[in-house]
């Protein structure tokens, strides 16, 4: 279905996957002025090209630019370079805010999910078909017809009247992506909207999050620092980390093979070692190039001689048994902490003077104080130039 | 004046102010007398008539007006429309409105002589002749300083006691003010409100010297705005006695049954009013007309009835010239105001 | 049936060129306002300043000027008006504090009084109140001391005159303490309101006692707010007219705010070089307060806000509580209650007199009041003008929170800042700049309403845009995002989501304006005049050419129409939880 639709074209045609909602990014730079008068780079220099009905998650830590890119894309930030196009339409271009936010093709959830309370859930929902300039907005009967439509696809058409104030979280969610998607938005915003909400409800919240995007179809970018929920909605995550995208890719990408450290320490429980780029054994000739750390030699092909390097290794890839002496395998180490947390136990291990953290099954010998021993395996091991 | 007569519908204070507004005719507190029978008319009646309105400026107190306003009236069938201030705010008034090129006064009533003499070559006031102003022909000479303004009566100055303190028979000459009784409880009246409060200073100072001033500034006199402020203060035996007093600003309370008096001990001044009629005012005819009927006997009595004294003799109902009254010399007092003033301590 | 949910509306086309924009749009008028609202502030006062600098004036204008800042009676005023603002100060800040901890931290809190005391000065007019101290505490003829020297004669005590008199330097004292206090409570108590209470747990559960807490946890976190509070005071102190006129100048004790309304308004020629010689000394005791303020609150080791507005335990004082809340209603009467019931006294009496009898009771005053016409105009004046003053000023303190939310740049704050200056540079200054820039050349707007509005709507400006502002922060910045991006400009967000949202807000804004600006008495007595009155004006000649029953029946009026509109507003806010 083409965005070039004529007024007389009704609702109801319409066949076929869409077309459009792609959202394109190029070079994207944001300052901000500061307190003490200074710059504050928030985005410096980020590309992005999201493909149309994918459901993207900007992942990061605060203050990462996560939610400048996003209001960016909104038209709620104006950025000081590059080019942001949406669909076909240029919203951005070389720093020139070309479509105000108004002007754009988005539609919007907002953290506070932002319903009008003077308006009824009807009134909130049909409100992006009754603004705008005046000879573009459809008649009555079209705005009657579509908000049902969209209310009952979401399964609140029930609620038609009723105030913001009486809805439930998840009502709240629907009605505000109903909102989101009335006016035929192809890409949808989402600013933290789970992050207000308690733990078990956001789990069901996220799950009708998801059914209702793949449904529908509409290309989703969120915004969140909650990993668990970057893996479980993403078809890409982006990473970002101060004002830079990190890393592209899905969640397995993401998990097993962060490209940086920040990556690393970011997503999952790694244990983060220093090291340096040895030869072993010293041995020139037939020595393997290996990180040289407190836990031991990993091979790698990763920078030069004598740098300093970090080596990350997933707390679950590793393995603890008791200490005996006969035992061979591994590195001895004592236990200084053991945390029970649900399914696994999170136990603290010191090894050679570094301290490191390893999920296991819940074991009654592993109290603090045992002795134990220790490994992981190396090709989990992920090696990174400081 | 205000701004809408659409406001007058605000909420149940309408009700009253509607009652109040619409009311029916002033009430005089005596009877109007007819006009002097043995005076030519004025030439000028009929185009007087014709203009159907005057409108005066005056500083006299509110209950000496209505008996003008119906005399008046009565007399020739035209309106009188009063903007009553005090006589600094009338002559700031009339003045910020010929600055402006507006003549809103036709006759304009204030106690001094100096704002007339300094607008004489700016042609404010017009000359009044004889033909149109026939009572000038019976109005003491003494008392028509010049062509364009005329003196029209006189409040002599005395001392308003209050008569829980003070037996007003034992108030027979200016040392009262130095009483015992008096000290720290003596209402000032502000004297620079007008020039005759400072000539009563300049007259205090030439009868008993310097040192009588300085006496009065150790009764640690309070200074007061105007004289009604300063008669309350009497009236409710804060202060016990007033001075420089005009009864005017105590009649009322008098009436009301205060236990307030005025005595004129000798000599005294008076604060003297003065009238001019506008040239090229609103209703320039009119406005000598209504001049010529303040000079006569029938304008004087309705005038001065209870509180002024006349040029003329033998007014009914005015205040007598009090022996040894005297006509100050205001310009001399003016020119002393700051030495004056120190010597009281204000 | 799922891509038929995202079918665009049928449109024309979407274009990637900018539309065109039409002329004026709404951006474009809020900024045309607060442009008009920039110039009408700093208009008057860049012209006064470079009068002062000897720019545009007649040398005997500017030797004029310095003459008086150099007379000896300039020293003798200013020391009177330290002195009395400074002692008043002291104390109110004193009474401020203790009552704003009373009520936000202990148990001694009385509601309605944590409400009511910061409104008292809009309650009751400050020249009512001191009028009616002058009803009560004259030392002779004083309600108030009458009943006094009753009841001491009934245990065989004679007094002939006083006890208390009012004229004199304690009871000018008083009286600004009674009315610096509220300004005091309303910094102090705000400021309590964002400290964490966490604070002053740890101290109590340390083993210190609530005033040990007080003194030594609480008042030094509170240095922000305690500085905020002596500018208020100092700045509401310098400026206050009415009562020093009214109780002050018959003891004798001159201050500068009465020699400069003096100046404009009584003397002819008015004496605008002079008013601006005397002014010079109020800015610099200002600028002085402000730069101490500035001094306090940088020396930084003041408590942050929590941001949780958790509200703690209350303290329990014990035997000390009613005592406290003694105090507390005992200053509520004294600053509202006493005078008010002085004013009704005298309003019902025909001449004031010390001998009270119920049998002659009258209501003439009142009547009276509706009769005469200067009275009667000013009264429907000043309803008429603070109608339309108080909506210019939220429509256009609504525009300017607009311009100002809506970027945060160096811009909009410096212009924020501006919009501020009326009230923190004092209404007398304000008010003599307004003389000198308008009422002469260019604008002659000497003697009309316009100037009058003008300056009401200057003067009051900085209340406007609190309320304003105030009521746009509880509206929460998504709730506009959210009307942009669901593709509305921004007159449509402003129509439909802001504007409804606000109303509540702006309309008690608005009902507090129509307060201020018919009690005005500042820029009324200089701007108002005989063929323009207004109520300010018209009281201040009651008070110097007027009966005292008069008087105080319109001090009563004036005071009955405040309290009324005040009580809706507060009653309005509980119902609908408005921000104010």
């Known amino acids: 279905m083409s965005v070039l639709s004529t007024r007389s074209r009704s609702s109801e045609t319409g066949l076929g996957t869409p077309s459009g909602g792609m959202v394109e990014v190029t070079g994207l730079q944001m300052d901000y002025l500061d307190s003490k008068g200074g710059t504050f780079t928030a985005l410096a220099g980020v590309d992005l090209r999201i493909p149309s009905g994918e459901f993207w998650v900007l992942l990061g830590p605060s203050g990462c630019g996560k939610t400048t890119l996003l209001r960016c894309l909104a038209g709620l930030e104006k950025p000081v370079k590059g080019t942001v196009r949406i669909d076909s339409a240029v919203a951005v271009q070389d720093g020139r805010v070309l479509l105000e936010a108004q002007e754009r093709p988005v539609g919007m959830v907002f953290q506070s999910y932002a319903l009008w309370p003077h308006m009824t859930v009807f009134q909130n929902i049909a409100y992006p078909l009754t603004v705008g300039p005046r000879s573009r907005r459809p008649d009555r009967s079209y705005v009657e017809t579509r908000v049902v439509t969209v209310m009952e696809a979401m399964q609140i058409g029930h609620l038609r009247d009723r105030k913001i104030g009486e809805l439930s979280g998840g009502q709240q969610q629907r009605v505000a992506l109903a909102r989101a998607v009335v006016a035929g938005n192809k890409v949808v915003l989402f600013d933290e909207p789970l992050s207000n909400i308690d733990a078990k409800v956001r789990e069901q919240l996220r799950a009708e999050l998801k059914s209702m995007q793949k449904e529908f179809g509409f290309t989703a970018v969120y915004v969140t620092h909650d990993q668990a929920e970057a893996m479980d909605l993403a078809d890409k995550i982006v990473v970002l980390d101060h004002g830079k995208i990190v890393q592209v890719g899905d969640a397995r990408d993401i998990y097993y093979s962060p490209t940086t450290r920040h990556v690393a320490e970011f997503i999952g429980t790694s244990n983060l070692i220093s090291g340096t780029i040895e030869v072993e054994n010293h041995d020139e000739a037939m020595g393997r190039r290996v990180a040289s750390t407190a836990i031991g030699n990993i091979p790698t092909e990763v920078g030069n001689l004598d740098d300093d390097v970090i080596v990350s290794v997933r707390a679950h890839d590793w393995w603890l048994a008791p200490d005996s002496p006969s035992a061979t395998n591994g590195l001895a180490g004592e236990i200084t902490s053991a945390t029970l947390l649900g399914h696994y136990s999170d136990y603290v291990v010191e090894v050679d003077g570094v301290s490191v953290h390893v999920w296991a099954d819940d074991l009654p010998w592993a109290e603090v104080g045992a002795k134990v021993r220790v490994g992981f395996d190396q090709s989990k091991a992920r090696v990174f130039v400081k | ?346 | 049936m799922s891509t038929t949910l995202l079918d665009r509306t049928p449109e024309p086309e979407l274009e990637s060129t900018p539309r065109k924009k039409p002329l004026l749009t709404f951006r474009g008028v809020c900024w045309i306002v607060m442009a008009i609202v920039v110039f009408l502030i700093l208009y008057p006062l860049v012209r006064t300043a470079l009068g002062m600098l000897g720019i545009g004036t007649d040398a005997a204008q500017l030797g004029q000027m310095w003459a008086t800042f150099w007379q000896r009676s300039t020293l003798t005023m200013t020391v009177n008006t330290v002195l009395a603002v400074g002692i008043a100060g002291i104390g109110a800040l004193a009474a401020g504090a203790l009552f704003a901890w009373a009520n936000e931290r202990t148990d001694a809190r009385l509601g309605f009084a944590a409400r009511s005391l910061p409104l008292i000065p809009m309650f009751i007019p400050s020249i009512a109140a001191a009028v009616g101290w002058v009803f009560l505490a004259s030392s002779n003829a004083g309600l108030l001391n009458v009943l006094i020297r009753n009841v001491l004669g009934t245990v065989g005590i004679e007094m002939t005159e006083g006890p208390l008199n009012i004229h004199s330097w304690p009871g000018l004292i008083f009286a600004y303490f009674l009315f610096l206090t509220p300004y005091a409570y309303l910094t102090i108590s705000s400021g309590l309101q964002s400290l964490d209470p966490a604070l002053e747990e740890a101290s109590r559960s340390s083993g210190a006692s609530a005033f040990t807490t007080f003194r030594r946890v609480t008042l030094p976190s509170l240095r922000p707010s305690l500085a905020a509070s002596v500018l208020l005071i100092a700045t509401m102190g310098f400026a206050l007219f009415s009562i020093p006129l009214v109780i002050g100048t018959p003891a004798g004790i001159d201050v500068l705010p009465v020699e400069i309304v003096h100046m404009v308004a009584h003397e002819y020629p008015s004496n605008k070089a002079g008013a601006l010689g005397l002014s010079i000394v109020v800015v610099a005791v200002v600028i002085l307060c402000w730069m101490l303020q500035r001094r306090l609150v940088r020396s930084g080791g003041h408590a942050t806000i929590s941001g949780r507005g958790a509200r703690s335990a209350a303290l329990q004082l014990g035997r000390w509580r009613w005592p406290v809340r003694i105090a507390m209603l005992g200053f509520m009467a004294l600053t509202a209650a006493l005078p008010l019931l002085g004013l009704i006294a005298v309003s019902l009496q025909s001449y004031w007199t010390a001998n009270f009898s119920f049998s002659s009771l009258t209501l003439s005053n009142y009547e009276s009041l509706f009769d005469n016409e200067l009275v009667w105009g000013g009264l429907q004046n000043s309803v008429v003008l603070a109608a339309i003053g108080a909506t210019a000023a939220i429509v256009a303190g609504a525009l300017i929170t607009m311009v100002v939310e809506s970027r945060r740049s160096k811009v909009t704050q410096t212009l924020d800042g501006i919009v501020k200056i009326p009230a923190t540079l004092t209404h007398i200054i304000i008010a003599v700049a307004f003389v000198v820039a308008f009422a002469g050349a260019p604008f002659y707007l000497v003697g009309t309403y316009a100037i009058l509005m003008l300056a009401y709507v200057v003067l009051y400006i900085p209340q406007a845009t609190f309320y304003s502002s105030a009521a746009y922060h509880q509206v929460g910045r998504q709730l506009t995002e959210a009307s942009a991006t669901s593709g509305a400009a921004a007159w449509t967000t402003f129509r439909r989501v802001l504007l409804p949202l606000m109303a509540p807000g702006l309309i008690a804004g608005w009902s507090l304006l129509f307060v201020l600006i018919t009690g005005d008495i500042t820029a009324s007595s200089m701007l108002a005049g005989t063929h323009t009155p207004v109520v300010g004006f018209v009281i201040l000649d009651l008070w110097t050419s007027g009966t005292y029953p008069r008087l105080a029946a319109l001090g009563v009026l004036m005071t009955v129409v405040a309290s009324i509109v005040v009580l809706t507003v507060m009653w309005l806010r509980d119902k609908l939880r408005l921000v104010l």
């Open chain 2, 1 to 346: 004046m205000r701004l809408s007569l659409k406001t007058c519908a605000i909420g149940a204070v309408s009700a009253l102010a509607l009652a109040a507004c619409s009311g029916g005719e002033p009430e005089t507190r005596g009877a109007i007398p007819t006009l002097d029978a043995d005076l030519p008319a004025s030439s000028i009646v009929e185009a007087a008539q014709k203009e159907g309105k005057v409108v005066w400026y005056t500083p006299i107190p509110e209950f000496g007006i209505s008996d003008v306003l119906v005399g008046f009236e009565k007399a020739y069938g035209i309106k009188v429309e009063v903007v009553r201030f005090p006589g600094n705010t009338l002559i700031q008034r009339y003045s910020a409105e010929r600055e402006a090129g507006q003549v809103l006064a036709d006759v304009m009533h204030i106690p001094e002589t100096a704002f007339f003499e300094d607008s004489k070559d700016k042609g404010w006031f017009a000359d009044l002749n004889e033909s149109e102003v026939p009572a000038l022909a019976n109005w003491p000479q003494q008392f028509i300083p010049d062509d364009h303004y005329v003196m029209v009566n006189t409040q002599p100055i005395g001392i308003t006691v209050n008569t829980d303190e003070f037996d007003p028979a034992e108030v027979t000459s200016w040392d009262s003010l130095l009483d015992k009784r008096a000290s720290t409880r003596f209402a000032m009246v502000d004297p620079t409100n007008n020039p005759y409060y400072l000539a009563w200073l300049r007259m205090l100072e030439e009868q008993y010297g310097p040192e009588f001033l300085e006496s009065i500034a150790a009764q640690s006199p309070k200074k007061l705005d105007s004289a009604v402020p300063a008669a309350q203060q009497v009236a409710a035996h804060e202060s016990v006695l007033m001075a420089p007093a005009a009864v005017s600003g105590s009649l009322a309370l008098q009436n009301e049954g205060a236990p307030i008096e005025t005595v004129y001990p000798e000599p005294t001044v008076g604060i003297e009013g003065y009238v001019g009629a506008s040239a090229d005012g609103p209703h320039p005819n009119a406005a000598k007309l209504f001049v010529n009927y303040l000079l006569t006997r029938a304008g004087q009595e309705v005038l001065n009835r209870g509180y002024a004294a006349s040029p003329l003799p033998d007014i009914p109902d005015s205040i007598p010239m009090p022996e040894g009254y005297t006509r100050a010399d205001t310009a001399a007092a003016i020119a002393e105001k700051k030495r004056l003033l120190g010597l009281i301590g204000l």
